[in-house]
Nanobody, 128 residues
Framework: QVQVAESGGGLVQAGESLRLTCTVS????????MAWFRQVPGKEREGVSY????????YCVESMKARFTVSRDPIEKIMYLQIHSLVSEDTAMYYC?????????????????????WGRGTQVTVSS
């Protein structure tokens, strides 16, 4: 059984930094992508960034590169999301997801439908 688990969320002050952690277990495949999404109530879940099975890093929104840093330890099957200079708009539930490569597909993996395995999320709340 595949399990995805996020941790590291909490209540932080605007301007501070936070590091989220995602672990995947039970996934037998050697190659898979891992992604971060976030969602606020009433809005769709949006892709933040992902690390492909090639270990290349991608950001789903270009502007996120300025304050978000994604990284992955493929051996330990852990992925991190460092968020710098937090702002109130970063308040959301942050989800981790994993996906196997789709044969013949060379596009980005920033859609919810790209991922089969999901964690329950970790809440990040930024107070100003």
């Amino acid at each position: 059984q595949v399990q995805v688990a996020e941790s590291g969320g909490g209540l932080v002050q605007a301007g501070e930094s936070l590091r989220l952690t995602c672990t995947v277990s039970g996934l037998k495949a050697e190659h898979y992508s891992m992604a971060w999404f976030r969602q606020v109530p009433g809005k769709e879940r949006e892709g933040v960034s992902y690390v492909a099975w090639t270990n290349d890093e991608y950001y789903c929104v270009e502007s996120m590169k300025a304050r978000f840093t994604v990284s992955r330890d493929p051996i330990e099957k852990i992925m991190y999301l460092q968020i710098h200079s937090l702002v109130s708009e970063d308040t959301a539930m942050y989800y981790c997801a994993a996906a196997l490569p789709r044969p013949g597909y060379i596009g980005v993996y920033c859609s919810v439908s790209d991922y089969a395995y999901w964690g329950r999320g970790t809440q990040v709340t930024v107070s100003s």
